[in-house]
């Protein structure tokens, strides 16, 4: 793959650490990740080159582990993207995760997703829009996408980037007229958007239905099945 992150060194792709014995998942600190996070799917196969989604977190806190049981057990090596330092470019903690995590567990290059939540999401768009080609797919769980900042020079390869925008249905007008606004610029640029709109969870902004989808919507694309360009869609 072009772009950023073939710029770095993608350290020993499917080159296997000894990861011991898997238990049930979550989230852990092994020293190699440095202060990124790491889930591994229940029955890992280190023959097996699993894709991979690059977590971004909100405001509101993140439980990598809570959040990959819900979106599914076994379909994903997941990693969660250290906060940036002040003043640090945002995407530098995203490379840094995915070097980490490709140089000791069995990632398919061209299966990795970055997935944000909240605030989170509006970065996941901002970072995947500079570098499409580093990406097959981005998803945004309650995070806009930053209409003002011009993220769609490299239009091309954008256009061939899967996204995905999942919106609370209790948003208030400002937000309603962002994401009509989005669906708008979207259809002129004739990029991909799939737009999920859900009714408003009772104690998390991202909700089990938005998770569930997430794991459709990312083995949708891993197995090459067709989605429409602009949707919409309520559970």
Not at 146 to 173: K, N, Q, S, T
Not at 192 to 199: M, V
Request: contains cysteine; positive net charge.
């Amino acid at each position: 793959m072009s772009g950023r992150r073939s710029k770095r060194s993608v350290r020993g792709i499917g080159n296997q650490a000894a990861v011991g014995q898997v238990r049930p998942p979550r989230a852990a600190l092994p020293d190699w990740m440095g202060d990124a996070r790491v889930f591994l799917p229940q029955g890992y196969e280190p023959g097996y080159r699993y894709p991979l989604l690059v977590w971004l977190p909100g405001e509101d806190g993140f439980d990598l582990g809570r959040a990959m049981a819900r979106v599914s057990l076994r379909n994903f090596v997941a990693v969660q993207a250290a906060a940036p330092t002040v003043g640090a470019d945002v995407a530098e903690p995203v490379w840094d995760a995915i070097d980490r995590g490709c140089s000791r567990l069995s990632i398919h290059p061209d299966r990795i997703y970055l997935v944000g939540q909240g605030n989170g999401g509006r970065d996941a768009f901002r970072i995947a829009c500079r570098h499409p080609r580093s990406f097959a797919g981005v998803a945004s769980l309650g995070g806009g996408f930053p209409l003002d900042e011009g993220l769609f020079a490299r239009i091309a390869d954008v256009r061939r980037l899967p996204m995905l925008l999942c919106a609370p249905r209790d948003a208030d007008e400002s937000a309603a007229a962002q994401t009509d606004r989005t669906l708008r610029l979207f259809h002129a640029a004739g990029a991909q958007l799939a737009l999920r709109i859900y009714p408003a969870a009772k104690t998390d902004r991202v909700s089990r239905a938005m998770l569930a989808d997430l794991n459709r919507w990312v083995m949708d694309g891993v197995c090459g099945a067709a989605e429409p360009r602009h949707t919409a869609y309520a559970s």
